[in-house]
């Protein structure tokens, strides 16, 4: 089974400090990691994904998120937050021998940036 | 062009009514994904239909039932509303993953359903 926790319901950061939201999954074997976003009143768009390779991948928006496979993470961060980056974020799993193909999401945090 | 379109955004119903939700995509991806997302946000997979079967069907109530007329097309017919029902649907699709498992999802703005 496979599995994603997000621990933080809601990560508050005021504007132009750097930001990490916090994801661990659970699968049994190789992970496929995703962080989608999703702004009010609107469906989840996706932000990057860890695949193999670079521990640091960078996605869309400024977003960057970085593998640890010891500690079963994958924090997405920013550098600098904006007031617009406010929003809910999702972190998603795969495992590679899902024979379903199954995305299992987290149960998403919200993000508020105050200027 | 909308990739994955859902239609109603906005579905105001009784209890008892039969609604149905419908979900198009226009990506040529071969499975198509019905996601339920709660008043607290967390997103629940329903049902998954690659090329027109279904092979995950997680344990919702069987008044809920996809109906996948062709490929691109992904509906969800709901009988017997009740006030739990009341929810965002999401549907959303992706390519044939065990050939291509490292793409994610494209996801459709949603259907807010509200049952009164």
């Known amino acids: 089974a496979q599995s994603v926790a997000q621990p933080e319901d809601q990560v508050n950061v005021a504007e132009g400090n750097p930001l990490t939201v916090k994801c661990t999954y659970s699968v049994s074997g190789n992970p496929y990691l995703f962080w989608y976003v999703q702004y009010p009143n609107r469906g989840l768009q996706f932000l990057l994904k860890y695949i193999t390779g670079d521990n640091l991948v960078k996605g869309s928006y400024g977003f960057e998120a970085e593998f640890n496979k010891s500690q079963t993470s994958f924090h997405l961060k920013k550098p600098s937050a904006l007031v617009s980056d406010s929003a809910l974020y999702f972190c998603?799993?795969?495992?590679?021998?899902?024979?379903?193909?199954?995305?299992?999401f987290g149960g998403g945090t919200r993000l508020m940036v105050k200027p | 062009d909308t990739a994955v379109s859902q239609t109603p955004k906005y579905l105001v119903t009784q209890m008892g009514n039969d609604k149905s939700i419908k979900c198009e995509q226009n990506?040529?991806?071969?499975?198509m994904y019905w996601y339920k997302q709660d008043s607290k946000k967390f997103l629940k997979i329903m049902f998954s239909?690659?090329?027109?079967?279904?092979?995950i069907n997680e344990t919702v109530p069987n008044r809920f039932s996809p109906k996948s007329p062709d490929k691109a097309h992904l509906n969800l017919h709901i009988n017997s509303l009740e006030l739990g029902d009341s929810a965002v649907y999401f549907c959303a699709s992706s390519p044939q993953t065990r050939r291509t498992p490292n793409y994610g999802y494209t996801f459709g703005s949603g259907t807010r359903l509200t049952v009164v």
């Open positions: 998603a799993v795969r495992d590679i021998n899902n024979a379903g193909n199954m995305l299992t």
């Open positions: 239909y690659n090329n027109k079967e279904l092979i």
């Open positions: 990506l040529g991806h071969d499975t």
